[in-house]
């Protein structure tokens, strides 16, 4: 490339031939390596002069000066400076383009140690048998897969409103569908909610080692940063109570289901309480617990509150009471204590639910008794020997009467003030299953404050009345009228039931008040 350059120096060698043109000057400067510029002799632009120096830029007006075929790899001083500022600032870039990669992959694998140290501290929990069971592949050696949070949001369609099958304490639940056609339900954490962290390390620790065709299955679960879900088998009939406490889908449960239904549940529990590898208390039985698959078979679903026992342990005590209203015996919900016992009483309420189609949070009235819950209902009617009358009408005609009967009588067994007098789950299933098993007499179920009502509306006929919790007003009708001619023994039991049921419904106001 021709260049106008200062020349401070004579030529290195010269070429006077003729011959020599500018091309042949510079294929002879291009095959020496000393050689960094060359022109012509004469003014007809033949013959070669050679320099082996480095030059600098010349410009209009400058003296000594004269245009020179520079060759493109050698130096012109003077010229170069922004050609360093090219490379230096490519250089830079790279360098912060390696920098920023390693950062997002020292931070990928920070995130992955997290997730790794979380399952880990799963692991050591009892969860798994050791924490090499946690494998690279995301999975363990019971088939619980650490699911990446991208797949989650791709099954589950960005968590739109259109996949959210409802939401509960732990966070909102949203159906999703894994590449291979799986269908799952996926559990997602409430940020910030504390309650929901100690419920999600409780399920994995729990649920991932039982193996019940009456279970919910745990099909894994995802961990990033704050983001924290549970995956599980997708249940197509969702809950029991989507089914039996509405009128219209009530109708499909018929006998031969709810039968099913009620066999399942306690297949359920025996396996939580006897047959597990851990002994679990699940201490949250209810009919938004228990799942239904495509064919209405029951899996009793939600760990997070579950506990779990020694082999040779009757009964714990806590002081953080959870669970929910109606569902609780009264010793757990006084006095915090709770034992296999407890999910028995459970049972039982959730079978009188079953058999009647009514919930148990009610008061009902029959004949002038009024009763705070269905068990109490359940026990005015049988002490009168008219227990058919709780009945859900529309089992009219499906029902055998001999079994229906035993099958209250069964729940008013479970559903005993004293956890010493509830059978526990054995008993409990041999009594379903078996009409030669002789049943003893049930004593008071808890929580059921009984009294005459002196006046009721005739608008208010019916066995439910209404919903709600308890509160003062509702214990108001009791008249002075209503002690005399009772002795001062039943005066002090209803007293003492009053008491209990009072400060039943003050704890469950606690309950439901949200964390500050």
């Known amino acids: 490339m021709k260049q106008s350059v200062h020349i401070s120096e004579s030529p290195s060698s010269i070429k006077e031939d003729s ?76 360098l912060l383009l390696m920098g920023f990669l390693y950062y997002l992959r020292r931070k990928s694998k920070g995130e992955r140690k997290m997730e790794e140290a979380m399952l880990h501290e799963l692991a050591t929990s009892n969860s798994f048998s050791d924490s090499k069971d946690v494998d690279h592949d995301g999975k363990t050696a019971h088939d619980l897969k650490l699911f990446s949070f991208d797949s989650i949001v791709v099954a589950s369609n960005n968590f739109s409103s259109e996949n959210k099958l409802g939401e509960g304490g732990f966070g909102p639940v949203y159906k999703g569908k894994l590449p291979e056609g799986q269908e799952i339900a996926v559990k997602r954490l409430s940020r910030g909610s504390g309650q929901g962290l100690v419920e999600f390390k409780n399920e994995i620790r729990l649920i991932a080692r039982l193996q019940h065709m009456n279970l919910v299955r745990l099909l894994g679960c995802c961990i990033k940063g704050e983001e924290k879900m549970l995956i599980y088998e ?24 709810r039968h099913n239904i009620i066999e399942g549940i306690a297949q359920g529990l025996l396996y939580l309480h006897k047959y597990s590898r851990l002994r679990i208390i699940h201490r ?16 009793i679903s939600d760990f997070g509150m579950a506990r779990t026992f020694g082999r040779n342990a009757s009964e714990a005590n806590t002081n953080r009471i959870v669970g929910t209203y109606g569902y609780m015996p009264p010793e757990y919900a006084m006095e915090g204590i709770f034992s296999v016992k407890s999910d028995v009483y459970s049972f039982g309420v959730l079978l009188l639910e079953i058999v009647s189609g009514r919930k148990n949070k009610s008061f009902y009235h029959n004949d002038g008794a009024l009763t705070i819950n269905l068990a109490g209902y359940a026990w005015e009617l049988w002490k009168e020997g008219t227990s058919l009358q709780l009945v859900d009408p529309m089992l009219e005609v499906f029902h055998s009467s001999t079994q229906m009967l035993r099958w209250i009588h069964i729940a008013l067994l479970c559903v005993q003030e004293s956890a010493a007098d509830r059978p526990t789950m054995s008993a409990v299933i041999s009594m379903l299953t078996n009409e030669t098993v002789p049943l003893p007499n049930p004593n008071l179920p808890a929580f059921s404050i009984h009294h005459a009502v002196l006046e009721l509306d005739s608008h208010k006929g019916g066995p439910e009345s209404c919903s709600g919790s308890v509160n003062i007003s509702e214990m108001e009708v009791i008249h002075s009228h209503y002690w005399e001619g009772i002795g001062w023994t039943t005066a002090y039991v209803g007293i003492k039931q009053m008491i209990k049921a009072m400060f039943y419904a003050i704890r469950k106001e606690e309950y439901s008040r949200p964390p500050k």
């Not at 510079?26 to 022109?39: D, L, R, V, Y």
């Not at 997708?234 to 031969?256: G, V």
Request: charged fraction near 15%; include cysteine; glycine fraction near 6%.
């Open 19 to 94: 011959s020599l043109g500018p091309s042949d000057c510079q294929a002879i400067c291009w095959n020496n390596c000393s050689c960094t510029a060359c022109n012509t002799i004469y003014t007809n632009g033949t013959g070669c002069r050679f320099w082996g120096t480095k030059f600098t830029q010349a410009y209009a007006g400058d003296a000594n000066q004269e245009a020179l075929y520079v060759l493109s790899s050698s130096r012109v001083t003077g010229n170069s400076w922004w050609i360093w500022v090219i490379i230096a600032g490519v250089v830079l870039v790279v």
């Open 284 to 299: 949250d039985l209810k009919a938004s617990n228990i799942l239904l698959d495509h064919d209405l078979n029951p899996k």
């Open 234 to 257: 997708f249940m197509p009939n969702k809950s029991l109570d989507f089914f039996l406490f509405d009128p219209a889908r009530r109708k499909i449960l018929d006998w031969k289901r």
